[in-house]
């Protein structure tokens, strides 16, 4: 049987001083404890990925962003399922920064130095790639 595919999307959010938000998944985590992610989640049927990703960041977060652009595209195999993962770049406008359950840490990390964190496997690629890639255009 094929695996089926489901779509993830997660915020490259960065701050005043381009500095990136990662979170650390808590003890608790089915998957990936104690590693470092990009906050956002799964997509719900029928819901457009950028409410989705809108809706994960407030709730993991508590903040609210505005959408820049797509900064790249990571996947993995988890169990069954081929899960595509949308990374578009965000920057916070509203909110306080307030970790949900689901993390026990956060951190803002400079650009640079993105390949250096302990991240969930499948980000690491896209983390070095976008360590060294230009400033995006709409910028």
């Not at 069954?80 to 803002?108: M, N, Q, Y």
């Amino acid at each position: 049987m094929p695996p089926s595919f489901h779509l993830s999307v997660k915020a490259v959010l960065r701050d005043a001083e381009g500095g990136v938000l990662l979170l650390r998944r808590g003890a608790q985590s089915k998957a990936n404890a104690g590693k470092w992610d990009f906050p956002g989640g799964k997509v719900n049927a029928g819901e457009a990925f950028d409410v989705a990703l809108r809706r994960e960041v407030l709730e993991e977060t508590g903040l609210e962003i505005t959408l820049l652009g797509v900064a790249g595209v990571a996947e993995a195999r988890i169990g069954s399922a081929h899960r595509i993962f949308l990374l578009l770049e965000a920057k916070p406008v509203d909110g306080e920064l307030r970790l949900s359950g689901e993390h026990d840490a956060c951190a803002w990390v400079p650009r640079a130095d993105l390949p250096k964190q302990d991240l969930v496997r499948h980000f690491r690629g896209f983390a070095r790639k976008y360590a060294a890639s230009e400033t995006p255009a709409w910028e």
